[in-house]
């Protein structure tokens, strides 16, 4: 099993749709995150949680919500979802060390 | 707010050629890391190689190694005997050093073609 697991792997969805893209890891670390990437701007942080009670807005925060039901489990949520939204979406996780992430393998999410 | 720059959007290299992507990044941080990672076209984001800032000696992976310049803010990935599997997106990432201080900033990535 990958050490750690995004759900789902592709999705289509509407404009103004709720949608949530689920993560989950293995690796025993507090440490989770959400990123989007972007062709021609990498990847930018959306939240991210240093552990359980512990969650923080990344630099483009608006129009999503998120979820750290346990400290394995770290879900995304687009309340309304938007065309501008339409990216490919990471999770990850890391140790305190600065041993670097380890990425689920991306939902691409398309919203139409 | 550090940022990271990565000025190549698209290089290309011949097979079993050498080929270098650059990579500057900003801080007045002195404690920090840096990342080299790389994405084919499965998508997977996978490590290549790390960097700790109070290392002087350049990290090195088989075919992989770094020129990290500090004082320059530079860290150049060189790929060596080039192979038609190391085609890929290959992104560069920063981290400050402190606890509490995990947060990746990521370069715009270069996109990297073999030539058979």
């Known amino acids: 099993d990958a050490d750690v697991t995004q759900t789902p792997r592709n999705r289509i969805t509407k404009t103004g749709k709720r949608i949530m893209l689920e993560c989950s890891q293995t690796?025993?670390?507090?440490?989770m995150y959400w990123y989007r990437q972007d062709p021609g701007l990498g990847l930018r942080l959306i939240y991210y949680?240093?552990?359980?009670?512990?969650?923080n807005k990344g630099e483009i925060s608006d129009g999503y919500s998120v979820s750290r039901q346990a400290q394995a489990k770290f879900s995304l949520s687009l309340e309304s979802a938007i065309p501008n939204q339409t990216a490919l979406y990471f999770c990850?996780?890391?140790?305190?060390?600065?041993?670097?992430?380890?990425f689920g393998s991306g939902t691409r999410l398309t919203v139409v | 707010a550090q940022t990271v720059t990565q000025s190549q959007p698209e290089m290309s290299v011949q097979e079993a050629e050498t080929v270098t992507l650059s990579c500057t990044y900003d801080t007045s941080e002195s404690d920090y890391y840096l990342f080299w990672y790389k994405q084919p076209p499965s998508r997977q984001m996978i490590l290549v190689i790390r960097q700790e800032a109070y290392k002087q000696q350049n990290a090195t992976e088989n075919r992989f190694s770094v020129n990290f310049q500090k004082a320059a803010k530079s860290f150049s990935l060189k790929i060596s005997d080039s192979q038609l599997g190391d085609a890929a997106m290959y992104f560069c990432?920063?981290?400050?050093?402190?606890?509490?201080?995990?947060?990746?900033?990521f370069g715009t990535g270069t996109r990297l073609t073999i030539i058979p």
């Open positions: 949680s240093f552990d359980v009670k512990d969650i």
């Open positions: 990432a920063y981290r400050r050093g402190n606890f509490g201080n995990e947060k990746l900033t």
């Open positions: 990850a996780t890391s140790d305190d060390r600065g041993h670097g992430y380890t």
């Open positions: 690796k025993g670390h507090d440490r």
